[in-house]
């Protein structure tokens, strides 16, 4: 592709310049020609007309077909058409230039009937340099000279394309040499983004429950419920963000409090809501998180509107908030904890349907019934290193 833009675009600006360099050769051919004639015209006399006729039928033998003189206040004097070129010239009538200034000289080029034409229009001076007149006519590229400069462009374009072929052949190897270095940089990097994620929500999530499971369940489900929703990858990478680091405010909670057994008194379950914005306030200061934010910051909202922090409700909380309020209380309901045992898979899924349309979006739940059993069967009773090559496969697909 860069081969033939460059060709398109190089090829293009010397076929504009040869062109250029055609029109100064053919307009040298045509005023050299032209000369023989208008030399006869200088030494000549108003009075000579019948000898200047004689002599413009010989000069119309040679390249030019149409020849016209003007006296100095511009009215023509002589008109001459070269044999049987009658029709060519009634073609070119279309194309009547204005007169020049003096000293100046004017022509354009014409393509009729696949020949090429110039139309010359040149004043006339005599030895004083005083203005006698104006020689007009039109000038017949011959074909062997046609042909030459077809050939000649055509050689140049073809030197040009091959030239830059040729580059871009020699290029191409240390190019990709450099893409592969900067996509493995990039990678890698990529990958050191995602590690310190894993890091940092596994550290988390192992004050709350003395294991990094959870955080693994939950973003292998999350991200199993997005591409059954047919989400994007982009969109998918932000959830796997969300999912890793949903909890990172927790640093900031007291072990009294994010520990405690029993149930929370008001005053701590209001110091335990802050969490929400102790993990906005954390990834806020990277922008590689930004993605992560939607359901750091509201993945505790309800779709009846009564979650925390802002009281969003249905379309109002977004999308991969919404889908991973699903898996974080199904994973909840399902795992052991330091105040309960786990739930069966029934049971877990009963309480999620007690609140469809209340907790949670109704359509996300269904599709998240359909498929519930075969996440829980894969993923509820695995070990770390299980849950980790299943979502390492899922990072690969949708980040690399």
């Known amino acids: 592709m860069g081969w033939l833009f460059l060709s398109l675009a190089i090829g293009g600006a010397v076929f504009f310049l040869e062109m250029v360099k055609v029109d100064k050769h053919m307009l040298g051919l045509a005023v050299e020609e032209s000369r023989s004639f208008t030399v006869e015209f200088d030494q000549a006399s108003v009075g000579q007309m019948a000898i200047l006729k004689q002599k413009a039928d010989e000069f119309l033998k040679g390249n030019f077909i149409v020849l016209e003189l003007y006296d100095e206040h511009k009215q023509q004097i002589l008109r001459e058409v070269g044999q049987g070129e009658e029709a060519i010239e009634q073609k070119l009538e279309q194309y009547a230039q204005s007169f020049p200034l003096e000293n100046s000289t004017y022509h354009k080029n014409f393509w009729i009937d696949g020949k090429l034409f110039m139309q010359l229009l040149l004043p006339l001076q005599d030895n004083s340099g005083e203005l006698i007149g104006y020689f007009e006519g039109v000038y017949q590229v011959d074909a062997e000279t046609l042909r030459n400069i077809q050939t000649d462009i055509i050689r140049t374009l073809l030197l040009v394309v091959a030239v830059i072929l040729i580059t871009t052949i020699v290029l191409y190897p240390i190019i990709i040499s450099l893409n592969r270095g900067l996509i493995k940089l990039t990678s890698d990097l990529v990958k050191s983004n995602i590690t310190l994620m894993d890091v940092l929500g596994s550290a988390i999530a192992k004050r709350d429950s003395d294991t990094g499971s959870h955080n693994?369940?939950?973003?292998?489900?999350?991200?199993?419920?997005?591409?059954?929703?047919?989400?994007?990858?982009?969109?998918?990478?932000?959830?796997?963000?969300?999912?890793?680091?949903?909890?990172?405010?927790?640093?900031?909670?007291?072990?009294?409090?994010?520990?405690?057994?029993?149930?929370?008194?008001?005053?701590?379950?209001?110091?335990?809501?802050?969490?929400?914005?102790?993990?906005?306030?954390?990834?806020?200061?990277?922008?590689?998180?930004?993605?992560?934010?939607?359901?750091?910051?509201?993945?505790?909202?309800?779709?009846?509107?009564?979650?925390?922090?802002?009281?969003?409700?249905?379309?109002?909380?977004?999308?991969?908030?919404?889908?991973?309020?699903?898996?974080?209380?199904?994973?909840?309901?399902?795992?052991?904890?330091?105040?309960?045992?786990?739930?069966?898979?029934?049971?877990?899924?009963?309480?999620?349907?007690?609140?469809?349309?209340?907790?949670?979006?109704?359509?996300?739940?269904?599709?998240?019934?359909?498929?519930?059993?075969?996440?829980?069967?894969?993923?509820?009773?695995?070990?770390?290193?299980?849950?980790?090559?299943?979502?390492?496969?899922?990072?690969?697909?949708?980040?690399?």
Request: contains cysteine.
């Open 216 to 400: 693994y369940r939950v973003t292998i489900y999350a991200v199993r419920l997005a591409e059954t929703l047919g989400l994007s990858s982009v969109q998918i990478r932000k959830l796997i963000a969300g999912a890793f680091l949903h909890d990172v405010g927790k640093i900031g909670i007291s072990d009294n409090i994010l520990l405690k057994p029993g149930k929370l008194s008001d005053e701590e379950f209001s110091l335990m809501r802050n969490h929400v914005l102790l993990g906005v306030d954390i990834i806020s200061k990277s922008e590689w998180l930004a993605g992560a934010r939607e359901v750091v910051e509201f993945h505790h909202e309800k779709f009846d509107g009564s979650g925390y922090m802002k009281g969003l409700k249905c379309a109002e909380i977004p999308l991969n908030a919404r889908i991973f309020a699903i898996v974080d209380v199904f994973d909840a309901l399902t795992s052991k904890r330091p105040y309960k045992e786990p739930f069966g898979f029934e049971e877990a899924m009963d309480i999620l349907q007690r609140d469809s349309g209340s907790h949670f979006d109704p359509e996300l739940l269904l599709a998240f019934s359909g498929i519930a059993y075969s996440l829980y069967q894969e993923a509820s009773h695995a070990g770390d290193s299980t849950l980790e090559a299943l979502l390492n496969q899922l990072v690969r697909k949708h980040f690399f």
